[in-house]
């Protein structure tokens, strides 16, 4: 099975706008999930979804440099480490991102499959969240 997803796109949007939107607690909360989240390199976060069906996810900051930030991610109820990693860099369009979530196969058996086909939609509509964030309300473009 495969064990890593990986998302590429580009923001015409410069990199610290970029940076901010994954990496700044009130950010994040807005296009992405209610966050707890500091960009600080052992930082316990948690990032809690609001609805019936939703899971908290937690984790701990592994790498915040200027424009890596590297994560730990454990979906609760469970007791698997898989890893997120998102890297930036500037383009003559504007930021490049990329984003890798790795080790998903420690999850067992079918519960693999359904997490990778999870997150992969999910990292999907993350990376549209996030461009349709930095387009209307960062008005960065």
Do not use: R
């Amino acid at each position: 099975m495969k064990d890593v997803i990986i998302k590429e796109h580009i923001f015409n949007h410069s990199i610290d706008k970029v940076w901010d939107a994954i990496s700044k607690e009130v950010e994040i909360s807005n296009w992405f999930i209610k966050a707890d989240f500091k960009a600080e390199k052992g930082y316990s976060y948690s990032f809690k979804s609001e609805g019936e069906n939703c899971t908290e996810i937690n984790g701990v900051v592994k790498e915040a440099n200027p424009y890596t930030l590297i994560y730990t991610w454990v979906v609760q109820n469970t007791n698997v480490e898989t890893l997120v990693k998102w890297m930036l860099k500037e383009t003559a369009e504007g930021t490049s991102l990329y984003l890798e979530h790795s080790g998903i196969s420690n999850y067992s058996g079918d519960t693999a499959v359904q997490m990778f086909t999870g997150f992969n939609g999910g990292w999907d509509n993350c990376v549209s969240e996030l461009s349709k964030y930095l387009m209307e309300e960062v008005h960065a473009g």
